[in-house]
Structures are given as C-alpha cells and as structure tokens.
C-alpha cells in the first residue's frame, strides 16, 4: 500500500522510513508524525525536479558522497529546516544574559581581555545579533578586546539573510525603542541592522551531527558561551547525545551552555553544573583547580553544586526552605525503632544515588521496599523526583499525589507538580499548583518567582511585577548574603539587584516602528 502517488511516483512505506532514517542520520532531525506529509511533499518534489520515477533512485542519489548529493541535501535542508527567529527571543534568559552572566564573563575575562561566543543553530542571525548588540551595550570602548562571535546553522539560505542583515517587523517584534532606534534603519525592503554589530558577528554553514567540530571549525574549541536554543528539539534521542556532548567538549572552563527551557531533559550532563535562576536554568562547565567551590560577594565560600540531567523539574534541591513539615500519624510511625533506622539508612543510600544522577538505579531499588512502606514520604517523593528526571511524567505525578496524601501540608510535591505540568505546556494548571504553595507556605520565595515567570511568558506584567514585588519584600528581610534555594547561585542582595534589573528593563517603552517591512 502505498503513502503518496503522485504522478505514477510512488513511496512504499518501507522506503518512506528509510528516508526518515536517512534524515535523521545526516542532519538529526526526527521527523514527527505531524510532519511526515510535509516530508513527502518534499522527497516527491525534489523527485520531480530531477525527473525521477523510483524512490529508491532519490534515496541512493541522497546516500552518495558527491557533489550532487550534497546539492540535494541543501535543496532538502533549505525546505525543511525553516525556523522562525526573532531579536532577543526568551526576555528571560536574554535578561539573565544582560545582567548577570556576560558582565560575570567581561569580569572574569579583563585581564586577558578575550571573549568567545557561539549560536549553535543560528537561523537567519536573529539570536547571535541580540548577543552582538548586550556585547556593544556593555563593553562600547572594546580596545584591546579580542571578541569572536560566531553563529552557526545548516540551513545556507538562512545564513546568507542573516549575513545581508535586512529584518521584517516580525523579526524585530521584542526589541525595545531604544535598541532599535540606535541599531536599525529603515532601507527598501526591510529594517536594516547597523554594520558595525553585523561585522562583530561571522555566520558559518555547520553541521551539528557530521561535522568534526575540532576538525571542521577549529575556532568552536574553548568558547565561553555557548547559545543552543530551540534547535534540539527537532532532534531525535540519539542525535541529541551526540550534540551534547559535542558542545560540553568545547567549552572552556567556567564557560556557560543556554539551551532550550526542556531541550536538556533527561541527557547526561555530569561535566556540567546546573545553575538555577528566577527566570531560567543555565549550565555551566566547572573550573578546573576550584574544587566547584563558589564565592559570594560576601566572601561566603560554598560547595554546593548541582550535577544535573535535566531541567528545571529535574533539578530543584531538596531544602528549600526551613519551615518544619506539620507531623502526620501514619502506619509507619508504629514500626520498630531497628526497622525504622534500616529504612532511614536505606533512603539516605538512596538520595546519594539520586544527587549521583542515578534515577534509573533510585526505581529499581525503591521497588523492594515500597510495597512495605507505600505511605512513606520520602520514598514517594524520591521516586516521584526520578521518574520526572527520566521523562516519565506520568510516574512522577503518581508518586507526588502518593506524597501528597503521606503529608497534605508539604510544599515539596506541589511545587514539583507546578514544574512538571509546566513542561507539559499545562501553565494554568501551574499557576493553581503555584498559588497552592503560596496558600501553603506565604513565605516561599520561588513560587512567587516563579508563578511571576509564567505570567511574564503570558505577558500580564500587572501580575508578575506585584508577585515580583512580594517576593522583593520577603527577601529584603533577610541577611543580603544569605542564599534562598534553588537559586543557590546568587546571595540575597545579589538576587535582589537581579529582579531589579529584570523590572528595570520592563519599564521599557514599546517599540513604534513606521515604515514597511
């Protein structure tokens, strides 16, 4: 039987696989089940072109190494690998990126006085500009500087836009007035990006799954900031690890890796640390010869690191705050003092397993030994914890309405529901969840940071910046070099002047362009 007929040409479902396989094994790509028609459109146009009748003809022209198979896979590429980008995509992250990561990486790079940065999956140069122009706000006299800015993608006619610099209105959507008065200028056709940011920044073709990167672009190696966003999730599983692993390899010491907010989930990551924000999860590669010991502005020192393989579901700490949990009577409380210190060994065995990334390991040793202690709080919510680590949320939000009825007044399971149905794309359901916590404990700080986050996304800036007010208020009255969990990287004062920057630049005007694009 036959998928697609057209014009006596026909594709067997066995060969349309093949060609999935193909795609995948070239470029990454899997190809979704909502995408498959598209696909063949594709293949049978191409088939077309080239005046062929068999598939099997194109699918041996596409596995052939020579020049007109390549031909092919940049006729391919260019119709299915058209992404949409915009100047300063994410205002969290590129809030995150203005205030507090690239004045750390200017900071931390004054002496040498070199800078190294790279967008994996570049499209049309949108993202790597918006870099481009943080890099031109904060560091305007650049003399001595050795800057290289690089952004890559496989798609060639994206590249070549991106390097004629020439942007529609869609494009420019997120900028604020002043950026664009002081970076653009309307020219026939389009909004033109000024040359002096356009010559910081070099586009390249790159291949993220063939390419050698040490090989094919040697510039790729020791870079202090890498941006892969919105590209993995296009990926299959085995492509994805591949790509990883890549970009981990060639990142500098100290140096950071932005990804998508779930691009990460469940990928192996343990040369990296997690570093949770108000309005992001970033990753950074350690520095060698400092023991992952941090320094606070205080002069605190601190070891405490997160190896993470995940998002931000898959990495909250276990203490985020002090209050006690409210006791609940339940069976195991009539157990043996022996049996009960076994089983308190036997979870803390367990949590070790758990800070080691080993979630698989956490189930199927918790499977001994829930059937006797289904009631127990802290075995529920460490299998609730890993199988939300390994992607199964369905296991996970099983496990943390069992913790839930162990302890109906513990915030821990809901907060770890608000995320998980948040990666679901479930955001009112996060917001109850959220507004639950807040009821729970009123002097949680991230639940208001964070239900403030999700109503930035919606834009409702009423909303975010009062819950960003109350959560100023509740920090203020603690020690400026106090640290509130999961944003272990910043001290409270540090924390406080971040959301004041993040409201700072909400105030902005909106953007009044005129003109065509």
Known sequence: MSIVDKKEVIIENSTLKDFIHLVSENIGH??????????????????ESLKLLEAGQYYNLLKDKNSESHHEWEKIITQFTIGE??????????ALLKNLILPRLIERKREEKSLRIWSAGCSAGEEIYSVAILINELLPYKDGWNIFILGTDINKEAIARGNQGVYNKRSLREIDSEIMKKYFHYDEGGWKLDMKIRKMVSLKYHNLIKDDFLCKLSELKNMDLILCRHVLI??????????????????????YL??????LSGQKLDKLKSIIFPESVIYQRAIEQESHVMHSNSGTKRDKIYNSSASPVKIRPEKWHKRKEKKIISPANNIPKQETEDLQSRINELEALFKKCEYAEVVNRIESIIKYNHNNFMINYLLARSYANLGNYERAMHFCDQTIRSNVFSIKPYFLKAHIVEEQGDNEEAKNLLKKVIYLDPSFIPAYLELGSIYEVECDQGKAGRLRTTALELLQAL?????????????VAELILYIQKMDAGKNDTELHMTGEA
């Open 234 to 255: 296009y990926f299959d599983a085995k492509a994805i690890s591949i790509v990883v692993e890549k970009l981990i390899d060639n990142l500098s010491a100290g140096g």
């Open 30 to 47: 899997e190809i979704q089940q909502h995408d498959i028609e598209k696909f063949h459109t594709i293949i049978l146009s191409r088939m």
């Open 479 to 491: 020690p400026p070099d106090a640290h509130v969990e999961p944003y272990d990287e910043l001290t």
């Open 258 to 263: 932005f990804s998508g907010h779930t691009e």
């Open 85 to 94: 980008s915009y100047f300063f995509r994410d205002k969290g992250q590129f």
